[in-house]
């Protein structure tokens, strides 16, 4: 007589691949969503923590589901498993969310001159919902310059019309677009300059016969007027005292949103460049600011190779 032995079934292996699979489903959803749909910045968090908590639901029904396995041999070996693989996605980006969080200092603003921070040409905006920001304090500042002691601008021994050319380029194959300018405008001649070909005849001095010219000078002398405001020179004179750019970009897997500021002033013969990056939502940029910033000035020197100064 054959005897048939009956597998108990694991139920909770069974539930812990439909909840990851769920997780999984949710996760690429928001991540898709929020890099190409519009899906704005606090309800992508929002789902990604949905999405971990089910994850993390998954991960312990699979655990037990394994342990009947080992027990009592329990059927339910393989949906434990790909409960495991599917909940691997949503787990690794919920834990590197809080280690970050936890091991980066709670701000979304990094300046490499927290003294004379770059100020924004105008101010971002945007509907935070319920990631909200506070206003930046002299203390975050200080908690930036204990994380990111190495977070410094650059000196370079070069023109800034050279040095700028270099930050325009830079800033592009890094993802950041230029959405504002200051101070970056060229004057292409000296308003002084005639044009070529057409000689402008000089006044000469309209004197009677038989009166001499006084050699004395007079008594009234003429003062010069100020240029107008928004002529070449003016601009010229705007543009000798620095350069100032500010543009956005995105991370590339999440594609959280950040604002660039890139600063640009000449002294001499020597140029500084100064990066201010910011997050657009809630109070902790995970520290991906200063990420951005560092990319960028690493990519800057190799691009301005020989020229660098101390």
Known sequence: MAIRFDRPISSAARFSRRFAAFALVLCLAALIGHRFAGLATPYLVLILIVATGFSILAAVLAAAGLRSLWLTGAEGGHDALKALIFAALPLFIGGLAVERYLSMPVIYDV?????????????????????????????????????YPELTGRRYDGAIDRVLEAVKKVAKLNGIRITRAEGDSVPTRDPEDKPAGKAQPQAQPQVADNTAVPDEAPDVVP????????????????????????????????????????????????????????????PSDLGFSADIAEDYLKALDAELLGIAGS
């Open 111 to 147: 300046s490499t001159d927290p003294v004379s921070v770059p100020d924004w040409l105008k101010t971002p905006s945007a509907d935070q919902i319920w990631l909200k920001r506070v206003p930046v304090t002299p203390e975050d500042r200080e908690k930036q310059l204990e994380a």
């Open 223 to 282: 003062v010069p007027t100020p240029r107008p405001y928004d002529d070449d020179v003016a601009q010229l004179i705007r543009r000798a005292n620095g350069v100032t750019l500010q543009g956005e970009t995105r991370t590339l897997v999440l594609g959280l949103r950040f604002d660039v500021i890139i600063r640009l002033r000449e002294e001499a013969e020597t140029t500084f460049v100064d990066v201010r990056v910011a997050s657009r939502y809630g």
